[in-house]
Protein backbone atom coordinates (compact mmCIF):
# COMPACT_ATOMS: atom_id res chain seq x y z
CA UNK A 1 0.00 0.00 0.00
CA UNK A 2 1.29 3.39 -0.99
CA UNK A 3 0.44 6.15 1.15
CA UNK A 4 1.30 10.08 0.61
CA UNK A 5 1.54 12.66 3.23
CA UNK A 6 -0.05 15.77 2.24
CA UNK A 7 1.91 18.55 0.85
CA UNK A 8 3.98 21.05 3.51
CA UNK A 9 3.43 24.65 2.22
CA UNK A 10 6.04 25.89 4.36
CA UNK A 11 8.91 23.35 5.37
CA UNK A 12 10.30 24.64 8.27
CA UNK A 13 13.50 23.19 9.74
CA UNK A 14 13.76 23.83 13.66
CA UNK A 15 16.56 23.92 15.61
CA UNK A 16 16.86 24.32 19.22
CA UNK A 17 13.83 25.90 18.79
CA UNK A 18 14.54 28.35 16.17
CA UNK A 19 13.37 28.22 12.26
CA UNK A 20 15.94 27.83 9.62
CA UNK A 21 15.81 30.17 6.64
CA UNK A 22 17.11 29.10 3.31
CA UNK A 23 20.06 27.87 2.35
CA UNK A 24 20.32 26.53 6.24
CA UNK A 25 16.75 24.65 6.04
CA UNK A 26 18.05 22.97 2.83
CA UNK A 27 21.04 21.85 4.33
CA UNK A 28 19.90 20.51 7.43
CA UNK A 29 17.19 18.34 5.31
CA UNK A 30 19.50 17.31 2.52
CA UNK A 31 22.13 16.11 5.27
CA UNK A 32 19.28 14.20 7.31
CA UNK A 33 18.55 12.53 3.74
CA UNK A 34 22.30 11.89 3.00
CA UNK A 35 22.36 10.18 6.68
CA UNK A 36 19.10 7.89 6.18
CA UNK A 37 20.54 6.76 2.41
CA UNK A 38 17.23 5.29 1.60
CA UNK A 39 14.86 8.20 0.23
CA UNK A 40 15.04 8.78 -3.14
CA UNK A 41 13.91 12.83 -4.06
CA UNK A 42 12.31 13.90 -6.87
CA UNK A 43 11.82 17.38 -8.18
CA UNK A 44 8.35 17.79 -10.66
CA UNK A 45 6.71 21.10 -11.66
CA UNK A 46 6.71 23.37 -14.61
CA UNK A 47 9.99 23.72 -16.48
CA UNK A 48 10.53 26.94 -15.42
CA UNK A 49 10.11 26.95 -11.97
CA UNK A 50 11.43 23.33 -11.57
CA UNK A 51 14.77 25.08 -13.35
CA UNK A 52 14.81 27.55 -11.02
CA UNK A 53 15.16 25.51 -7.99
CA UNK A 54 17.75 23.42 -9.31
CA UNK A 55 19.40 26.45 -9.84
CA UNK A 56 19.11 27.30 -6.29
CA UNK A 57 20.24 23.64 -5.19
CA UNK A 58 23.35 23.96 -7.33
CA UNK A 59 23.72 27.86 -6.67
CA UNK A 60 23.22 27.90 -2.91
CA UNK A 61 23.67 24.23 -1.57
CA UNK A 62 26.41 23.47 -4.00
CA UNK A 63 25.41 20.12 -5.78
CA UNK A 64 27.03 19.01 -8.77
CA UNK A 65 24.56 18.54 -11.07
CA UNK A 66 24.89 16.27 -14.41
CA UNK A 67 22.65 16.39 -17.58
CA UNK A 68 22.02 12.59 -18.73
CA UNK A 69 21.00 13.63 -22.38
CA UNK A 70 24.23 15.57 -22.88
CA UNK A 71 26.66 12.90 -21.23
CA UNK A 72 25.00 9.89 -22.57
CA UNK A 73 24.91 11.21 -26.06
CA UNK A 74 28.80 9.88 -26.99
CA UNK A 75 27.69 6.61 -26.78
CA UNK A 76 27.77 4.30 -29.77
CA UNK A 77 24.64 2.48 -28.34
CA UNK A 78 21.59 2.34 -25.99
CA UNK A 79 23.21 2.85 -22.46
CA UNK A 80 23.27 0.57 -19.58
CA UNK A 81 23.12 0.94 -16.17
CA UNK A 82 26.75 0.34 -15.75
CA UNK A 83 26.92 3.29 -18.58
CA UNK A 84 24.54 5.20 -16.48
CA UNK A 85 26.07 4.99 -13.17
CA UNK A 86 29.68 6.37 -15.02
CA UNK A 87 27.37 9.07 -16.54
CA UNK A 88 26.37 10.44 -13.34
CA UNK A 89 29.39 9.93 -11.55
CA UNK A 90 29.72 11.85 -8.29
CA UNK A 91 26.66 14.21 -9.22
CA UNK A 92 23.59 15.04 -6.83
CA UNK A 93 21.12 16.66 -9.16
CA UNK A 94 20.03 14.23 -12.22
CA UNK A 95 18.29 16.24 -15.13
CA UNK A 96 17.72 15.16 -18.68
CA UNK A 97 16.31 11.66 -17.10
CA UNK A 98 13.64 11.93 -20.32
CA UNK A 99 16.44 10.56 -22.45
CA UNK A 100 16.09 6.90 -20.48
CA UNK A 101 12.69 6.76 -21.18
CA UNK A 102 12.90 5.42 -24.94
CA UNK A 103 12.04 1.83 -24.85
CA UNK A 104 15.20 1.18 -26.83
CA UNK A 105 16.56 1.62 -23.54
CA UNK A 106 16.38 -1.48 -21.43
CA UNK A 107 16.94 0.54 -17.81
CA UNK A 108 13.58 0.50 -15.76
CA UNK A 109 14.29 4.25 -14.67
CA UNK A 110 12.89 4.61 -11.18
CA UNK A 111 14.18 1.23 -9.74
CA UNK A 112 17.45 2.72 -10.71
CA UNK A 113 17.53 5.75 -9.47
CA UNK A 114 15.90 3.86 -6.18
CA UNK A 115 18.80 1.63 -6.25
CA UNK A 116 21.77 4.74 -6.75
CA UNK A 117 19.41 6.35 -3.53
CA UNK A 118 20.53 3.59 -1.57
CA UNK A 119 24.22 4.47 -2.03
CA UNK A 120 24.08 8.13 -1.80
CA UNK A 121 21.39 11.35 -1.92
CA UNK A 122 20.43 11.59 -5.47
CA UNK A 123 18.02 14.40 -6.67
CA UNK A 124 16.58 13.82 -9.70
CA UNK A 125 14.69 16.33 -11.92
CA UNK A 126 11.59 14.01 -13.11
CA UNK A 127 10.62 15.17 -16.42
CA UNK A 128 6.68 14.59 -16.51
CA UNK A 129 4.46 14.62 -13.98
CA UNK A 130 3.72 13.35 -10.42
CA UNK A 131 0.05 12.86 -8.97
CA UNK A 132 -1.66 10.23 -7.02
CA UNK A 133 1.46 8.46 -5.81
CA UNK A 134 2.15 7.58 -9.86
CA UNK A 135 5.15 9.03 -12.01
CA UNK A 136 3.86 9.64 -15.79
CA UNK A 137 5.50 10.78 -18.85
CA UNK A 138 4.12 11.42 -22.24
CA UNK A 139 0.77 10.82 -23.86
CA UNK A 140 -0.33 6.96 -23.53
CA UNK A 141 0.33 5.23 -26.85
CA UNK A 142 3.34 7.00 -27.46
CA UNK A 143 6.32 4.49 -27.43
CA UNK A 144 8.07 6.98 -24.57
CA UNK A 145 4.85 6.88 -22.32
CA UNK A 146 5.66 6.41 -18.81
CA UNK A 147 3.12 5.59 -16.03
CA UNK A 148 4.61 3.74 -13.07
CA UNK A 149 4.01 4.19 -9.28
CA UNK A 150 6.56 5.92 -6.99
CA UNK A 151 7.43 4.34 -3.66
CA UNK A 152 9.82 5.64 -0.76
CA UNK A 153 10.03 8.54 -2.17
CA UNK A 154 10.48 12.54 -0.90
CA UNK A 155 8.42 14.92 -3.99
CA UNK A 156 9.77 18.24 -4.08
CA UNK A 157 7.57 20.79 -5.66
CA UNK A 158 8.80 24.32 -6.83
CA UNK A 159 7.47 27.41 -5.24
CA UNK A 160 8.10 30.95 -5.82
CA UNK A 161 9.60 32.62 -2.83
CA UNK A 162 8.53 36.03 -1.65
CA UNK A 163 12.16 36.38 0.13
CA UNK A 164 15.35 35.07 -0.76
CA UNK A 165 15.48 33.45 2.69
CA UNK A 166 12.61 30.65 2.20
CA UNK A 167 12.44 27.42 1.00
CA UNK A 168 11.68 27.28 -2.32
CA UNK A 169 10.11 23.91 -2.53
CA UNK A 170 6.92 22.19 -1.06
CA UNK A 171 7.81 18.69 0.06
CA UNK A 172 5.57 15.85 -0.23
CA UNK A 173 6.54 12.64 1.56
CA UNK A 174 5.43 9.58 -0.63
CA UNK A 175 5.77 5.71 1.53
CA UNK A 176 5.56 2.00 0.55
Given at each position: ?I?????????????????????????????????????????????????????????????????????????????????????I?????????????????????????????????????????????????????????????????????????????E??????????
Amino acid sequence: MITSTAVVPYPQVLVMNVPLAWPAAGRVLFDTLEASRDRLVLVFGDQAATDALVDRLVTDLGFAMVRLGGALAPLPGPPTRADIAVAIGSATVVADLDCLLWPDFEVPLLPFLADLSRQRLVIAVWPGDITNGRARYSAPGRPDHYNQPVTSALLLRPRTPRYPDEVPYDIERITQ
